[in-house]
């Protein structure tokens, strides 16, 4: 009887047996050759390697049914199928099968009346088990904790993967965790570990799949706490720890600094200070750069320090409330103070205040201190910030409070040498001693007598002032300043001025005269008529009635805007002066250089002369001219009326008036010219364009100037107007021209030219298309606003008629460059085209054709002058047989061309011989 073995042990030899994991289903099917007779029963038994001895068997079938192949093909011939009811589960076989071994698979027949078996052997393996891990990490921050990732099981595997370890390497070894995947270890001891990895099937088949060293690391903090705001930390660690990090992560990321480990303990100071707030403190160990531990983290409160922002300037103004300022490095958000006065007074406490954004406090009550005098204000402080714990005290201030200036009231405008000044002041609260200064304008302040005040619940309090008797004619300057008793002076007050007169003043300048001239050196009478930007000069005369000391003269041009001064031109005319002999007499020394005309009498830049000590002097019958040029402004209107003033010895003062002027407008023919016309000739067709310039020449200052063109029949806009390259005029434009009454003005309101330049515009205009033979006439007029009358420039413009035979927008043109020529001579013909419409023309095409008994020059068709908008391409025949009369010749456009625009085309051609 033949048999074989198919299903999954099919073919399967010693040599290359088939291969399962344990606990693989395997299918076992034979086939036998039948004859007449059956069979009776049929086995299925495993052979172990080595001694053959049978580890179990079954039968196959309790009734050995016959059945298809299990892919459905059909058996040899003379052959039947003998196939399980199900597949075997080896692990059913309650066979001792061992992963890695090979195993014999025997099929045994027995036919009825027929002892001699058919057998068939076939070979499997069982596949060992597989499995491992990928990492082992210890944990950054639990100690004794080691991070498995990649752990898997393989061939036959099943539960997890286990960790085994021994301690410090000795003993039996101990169940560290398992797991798939990612999985923890626990509580593993500090040092360097070995973890070994194994996988299982159903519990049983322990199979080492690899290990994995690690260094476990381990510690504890045993204090923390602040020294100055410096993070001190002690502490110890095992499993070759070597350094200890300090880090803040929470409300930031500050890195504190490093210390190393000695003998297993530490004990680190962080290497910046804390701000005062909450921190989340976290503590490392770490053995390299990848070994790391967490050791602590826990928060702490920073207290602020209680720290005054600035020096101590031991002063403080009365009537300001005291601003308290802390160290702007700190977080403080809420101080408390308190405060008093002097050794013995009461305490008086601010309450919780809220700190401003600038780190500082106003404390309440504190605009209410009093001047002091030698008792001091003592003030101590405490921080916060929210609601934490009060910083320790701060550092104790004692200061001075300042008045106030007092207020106080002008003396009288004058008095007379030997009398003392009174005055009248209102001292701030708390103060009982005033104090006068005084100096003669232009000297040193002197102190003065200090007065008690009588009776300080008094507002008002009048004093005089002791050294006041003996002072001489002249200005005189006082200020006062208050104290209490022995305590801080104030502040001077605002200083005011009295002017001590002889009861009879003499008349000094009773025989001083203020004269003008205009550019050419004429004098002006009054009334007089002058113009925009003419120069004129002042002439004062200063003729003493009597000896004169320290003499002071003024010209403001304040009331007389129309002129404006320059400093430096003062000029001392000493041929119509005498010579003073006084020990400063009036010369060129003793000009003042700064003045400008600009601002009140007796100001820096109105007085004449040097003031003070250096001011000059004129002894009586004597007298001295000053020449005072100015210039009158462009745009100024009305009468100017000048007036000058001058004082001496402080005793008597005179105003000197100059005859009143009139600003006349310039006529126009001395102020300006205008020319209007246009570029090129003077003559157009319809449709063509033309280009006007109009230049307005300024032989004067002009101001608010004005330019008007109208646009006549006949004419039409093609543009805006623009200002010429030369012009010395580039803004201004009015952007609304477009010819009609309503917008005629090319500038627009405030246009200034100054003298000598000039303005050029151009306007770019078109002849309208249905112009006929006829004459445009244009006018130009202009204006200014300190010029009297117009002036005009026109322009006629000649239109010749269109006499070409083609009424339609675009006008065509050809010429030849000579009357007649030889044969085998050339000619050179010009096509001109121009859009005589007042549209734009698009898609344009010209055609012309080779005369007759001429041929074509060849590449002399090109496209000449062509106005910017359009793009022009040329189509030409190119063989000698294309090129003879008659032959055509293209231009075609793209882009528009605008109305008005013109261009040109051209070829050349040879006549035949």
């Known amino acids: 009887m033949k048999v074989e073995q198919i299903g999954d042990l099919a073919h399967s030899t010693a040599a290359n047996p088939a291969q399962f994991n344990i606990g693989d289903l395997i299918h076992v099917a034979m086939t036998w050759r039948h004859n007449s007779w059956g069979f009776e029963s049929c086995y299925f038994s495993v052979i172990a390697p080595g001694d053959g001895a049978s580890y179990g068997f079954s039968d196959i079938n309790g009734?050995?049914?016959?059945?298809?192949?299990?892919?459905?093909?059909?058996?040899?011939?003379?052959?039947?199928?003998?196939?399980?009811?199900?597949?075997?589960?080896?692990?059913?076989?309650?066979?001792?099968?061992?992963?890695?071994?090979?195993?014999?698979?025997?099929?045994?027949?027995?036919?009825?009346?027929?002892?001699?078996?058919?057998?068939?052997?076939?070979?499997?393996?069982?596949?060992?088990?597989?499995?491992?891990?990928?990492?082992?990490?210890?944990?950054?921050?639990?100690?004794?904790?080691?991070?498995?990732?990649?752990?898997?099981?393989?061939?036959?595997?099943?539960?997890?993967?286990?960790?085994?370890?021994?301690?410090?390497?000795?003993?039996?070894?101990?169940?560290?965790?398992?797991?798939?995947?990612?999985?923890?270890?626990?509580?593993?001891?500090?040092?360097?570990?070995?973890?070994?990895?194994?996988?299982?099937?159903?519990?049983?088949?322990?199979?080492?799949?690899?290990?994995?060293?690690?260094?476990?690391?381990?510690?504890?903090?045993?204090?923390?706490?602040?020294?100055?705001?410096?993070?001190?930390?002690?502490?110890?660690?095992?499993?070759?720890?070597?350094?200890?990090?300090?880090?803040?992560?929470?409300?930031?990321?500050?890195?504190?600094?490093?210390?190393?480990?000695?003998?297993?303990?530490?004990?680190?100071?962080?290497?910046?200070?804390?701000?005062?707030?909450?921190?989340?403190?976290?503590?490392?160990?770490?053995r390299g750069s990848t070994d790391l531990i967490l050791l602590n983290r826990q928060h702490i409160d920073v207290t602020p320090s209680a720290r005054w922002a600035d020096d101590n300037p031991g002063i403080r103004l009365q009537g300001q409330p005291f601003r308290l300022a802390v160290d702007k490095g700190e977080e403080a958000t809420h101080l408390q103070a308190y405060w008093r006065r002097g050794e013995k007074g009461l305490w008086h406490v601010s309450g919780d205040l809220k700190l401003d954004s600038d780190r500082s406090v106003v404390l309440p009550d504190t605009a209410d201190w009093l001047p002091t005098d030698r008792s001091q204000y003592m003030v101590i402080f405490w921080v916060r910030r929210g609601s934490a714990n009060w910083s320790p005290d701060s550092e104790i201030r004692s200061f001075q409070v300042k008045p106030l200036p007092p207020e106080w009231s002008k003396p009288p405008a004058g008095s007379a040498p030997g009398r003392k000044v009174s005055v009248t002041l209102r001292p701030p609260p708390g103060v009982d001693v005033v104090q006068p200064q005084w100096r003669r304008e232009g000297g040193d302040w002197t102190d003065g007598q200090a007065v008690a005040l009588q009776n300080t619940r008094t507002q008002d309090h009048t004093i005089a002032i002791a050294e006041s008797a003996a002072w001489s004619s002249g200005h005189y300057d006082i200020r006062l300043r208050v104290r209490k008793n022995e305590g801080l002076w104030s502040e001077p007050s605002e200083a005011k001025s009295v002017v001590m007169r002889p009861s009879s003043p003499a008349g000094v300048f009773r025989d001083s005269t203020l004269t003008v001239f205009d550019q050419h050196g004429k004098p002006l009478m009054g009334g007089a008529n002058v113009t925009v930007g003419d120069q004129i000069t002042y002439r004062l005369k200063l003729a003493a009635a009597s000896a004169a000391e320290q003499i002071d003269l003024s010209l403001s041009l304040a009331g007389a805007p129309q002129l404006q001064g320059q400093a430096g031109t003062l000029r001392y005319r000493a041929a119509l002066s005498e010579q003073g002999d006084g020990a400063q007499p009036i010369d060129t020394t003793r000009l003042n250089k700064g003045w400008t005309g600009a601002g009140a009498a007796f100001g820096a830049t109105t007085r004449l002369l040097v003031s003070g000590e250096d001011a000059p002097g004129m002894l009586a019958g004597k007298h001295a001219v000053i020449d005072i040029p100015v210039r009158v402004k462009a745009g100024a209107q009305g009468a100017i009326q000048v007036k000058a003033a001058g004082r001496a010895n402080f005793v008597s003062q005179q105003d000197l008036a100059a005859p009143p002027l009139l600003i006349a407008r310039i006529p126009v023919q001395d102020a300006m010219t205008v020319t209007f016309a246009p570029f090129a000739k003077d003559d157009r067709q319809p449709g063509e364009a033309v280009l006007y310039r109009v230049v307005l020449n300024a032989a004067k200052a002009l101001s608010d100037v004005q330019l008007r063109y109208r646009l006549p029949a006949g004419l039409k806009q093609h543009g805006t107007p623009y200002f010429d390259t030369q012009s010395d005029l580039q803004q201004g434009l009015e952007a609304t021209w477009d010819g009609s009454p309503q917008h005629s003005a090319l500038l627009a309101p405030g246009a200034m030219l100054k003298a000598g330049r000039r303005a050029i515009i151009k306007i770019p205009l078109q002849v309208a298309p249905e112009a006929v033979d006829s004459r445009i006439d244009s006018r130009v007029e202009a204006a200014a606003g300190?010029?009297?009358?117009?002036?005009?420039?026109?322009?006629?413009?000649?239109?010749?008629?269109?006499?070409?035979?083609?009424?339609?927008?675009?006008?065509?043109?050809?010429?030849?460059?000579?009357?007649?020529?030889?044969?085998?001579?050339?000619?050179?013909?010009?096509?001109?085209?121009?859009?005589?419409?007042?549209?734009?023309?698009?898609?344009?095409?010209?055609?012309?054709?080779?005369?007759?008994?001429?041929?074509?020059?060849?590449?002399?068709?090109?496209?000449k002058q062509i106005p910017a908008a359009l793009a022009c391409r040329?189509?030409?025949?190119?063989?000698?047989?294309?090129?003879?009369?008659?032959?055509?010749?293209?231009?075609?456009?793209?882009?528009?061309?605008?109305?008005?625009?013109?261009?040109?085309?051209?070829f050349k051609v040879r006549l035949e011989r």
């Open 874 to 906: 040329v189509e030409a025949p190119d063989e000698d047989n294309d090129m003879v009369g008659g032959a055509q010749i293209r231009w075609t456009f793209s882009g528009s061309l605008p109305p008005g625009e013109r261009g040109t085309v051209g």
């Open 786 to 863: 300190n010029v009297a009358g117009t002036a005009e420039a026109r322009h006629t413009l000649r239109v010749i008629p269109d006499k070409t035979p083609d009424g339609g927008p675009l006008r065509l043109k050809t010429h030849v460059d000579k009357d007649n020529a030889r044969p085998g001579g050339t000619l050179a013909y010009t096509i001109e085209f121009m859009n005589r419409s007042d549209q734009p023309l698009h898609e344009l095409t010209i055609r012309e054709l080779v005369p007759a008994h001429t041929t074509l020059v060849p590449q002399s068709a090109q496209c």
């Open 63 to 286: 009734s050995c049914d016959r059945r298809d192949y299990p892919d459905g093909r059909v058996p040899k011939r003379g052959y039947e199928v003998i196939d399980t009811a199900k597949p075997l589960y080896a692990g059913e076989l309650s066979l001792n099968l061992v992963p890695g071994q090979t195993y014999e698979a025997v099929t045994e027949i027995y036919p009825w009346r027929n002892t001699e078996p058919g057998v068939s052997s076939r070979y499997f393996k069982i596949r060992p088990l597989s499995g491992g891990v990928s990492t082992a990490t210890p944990h950054k921050h639990v100690q004794g904790r080691v991070d498995i990732t990649g752990a898997w099981r393989g061939n036959g595997a099943t539960g997890t993967v286990k960790a085994w370890y021994k301690k410090d390497g000795v003993g039996p070894y101990i169940l560290a965790g398992q797991g798939l995947g990612w999985f923890s270890l626990y509580n593993l001891p500090a040092g360097r570990q070995t973890l070994e990895f194994y996988v299982y099937y159903e519990g049983k088949f322990e199979t080492y799949v690899g290990s994995k060293t690690v260094d476990v690391l381990a510690g504890g903090v045993t204090a923390l706490r602040l020294e100055d705001k410096r993070l001190r930390v002690n502490g110890w660690v095992d499993g070759g720890v070597k350094q200890i990090k300090m880090e803040t992560v929470w409300p930031e990321a500050i890195d504190l600094g490093t210390c190393a480990v000695s003998d297993g303990k530490f004990s680190c100071l962080s290497e910046k200070a804390l701000r005062a707030r909450w921190h989340d403190i976290r503590i490392t160990a770490s």
